[in-house]
Nanobody
Framework: QVQVVESGGGLVQPGGSLTLSCAASGSIFSFYIMGWYRQASGKQRELVARITSGGSTNYADSVKGRFTISRDNAKNTVYLQMNSLKPEDTAVYYC????????????WGQGTLVTVSS
């Protein structure tokens, strides 16, 4: 059973940068597509970015060109580098581990709050 723990959230001014980290444990990291989702107050959770074990990525249109997802398979960690942050990026950011093999369960972190405000 995979466990994922996010870190790195906080308060940042508009235009600023922040990097989120997600450490995975309890399973084989390469068996998972890792993703970042976010949920703003009063809104549904939405995909921000995903990355396969081979490094293929996809992004929500709203963050393309500003956010970069990466993973270190040796450290079982996925990152989300967020640049040019906007107030509308304010949300709780969740790490997700989506299994690519049968018999493995999906994992969600508890979330980390990112607040973009002056």
């Amino acid at each position: 059973q995979v466990q994922v723990v996010e870190s790195g959230g906080g308060l940042v001014q508009p235009g600023g940068s922040l990097t989120l980290s997600c450490a995975a444990s309890g399973s084989i990291f390469s068996f998972y597509i890792m993703g970042w989702y976010r949920q703003a107050s009063g809104k549904q959770r939405e995909l921000v970015a995903r990355i396969t074990s081979g490094g293929s990525t996809n992004y929500a249109d709203s963050v393309k060109g500003r956010f970069t997802i990466s993973r270190d398979n040796a450290k079982n960690t996925v990152y989300l580098q967020m640049n040019s942050l906007k107030p509308e990026d304010t949300a709780v950011y969740y790490c997700n581990a989506d299994p690519t093999r049968r018999g493995f369960r999906e994992g969600w972190g508890q979330g980390t709050l990112v607040t973009v405000s002056s």
